[in-house]
Nanobody, 122 residues
Framework: QVQLVESGGGSVQAGGSLRLSCAAS????????MGWFRQAPGKQREAVAI???????RYAISVKGRFTISKGNAQSALYLQMNSLKPEDTAVYYC????????????????WGQGTQVTVSS
C-alpha cells in the first residue's frame, strides 16, 4: 500500500505560478513511476507529467516547457512546478504511483491521492 497526499493547489491569475507537492508513504519501494494527472469538469482524467525511478520524465504536449516534474529521494515525494499558467490548466490535480516502469495512462497507476484544486483566472 502507498499513501499519497497532495498539497499546494490554489487560485492564481493567468501567467502566474504554483508548486504542487505530493507526500508518499507506505510501501514506496514498489514504486517505479510517479505521475501527475488532472481532471477538469466534464472532461476525462489526463496525464500531465510522469517521472520514473531513474528520473526520466515525460510531459503532455499542452504543458511541456511550462511545467516541471521532480521527485524526492526513494520516491518519498513528488513535485510539479507550474509556470505560465493558463485558464485551461484549471482542474483537480492528482498524484499517482505505479509499480510499472515508465507508464503513462491512468489505468496503469494503482495508487492515487485525493486531489488538489488548481484554478487559473484570466
Amino acid at each position: 500500500q502507498v499513501q499519497l497526499v497532495e498539497s499546494g493547489g490554489g487560485s492564481v491569475q493567468a501567467g502566474g505560478s504554483l508548486r504542487l507537492s505530493c507526500a508518499a508513504s507506505g510501501d514506496t519501494n514498489i514504486v517505479n513511476t510517479m505521475g501527475w494527472f488532472r481532471q477538469a469538469p466534464g472532461k476525462q482524467r489526463e496525464a500531465v507529467a510522469i517521472i520514473d525511478r531513474s528520473g526520466n520524465t515525460r510531459y503532455a504536449i499542452s504543458v511541456k516547457g511550462r511545467f516541471t516534474i521532480s521527485k524526492g529521494n526513494a520516491q518519498s515525494a513528488l513535485y510539479l512546478q507550474m509556470n505560465s499558467l493558463k485558464p485551461e490548466d484549471t482542474a483537480v490535480y492528482y498524484c499517482a504511483t505505479s509499480r510499472v516502469w515508465g507508464v503513462w495512462y491512468s489505468q496503469q497507476f494503482g495508487y492515487w491521492g485525493q486531489g488538489t484544486q488548481v484554478t487559473v483566472s484570466s
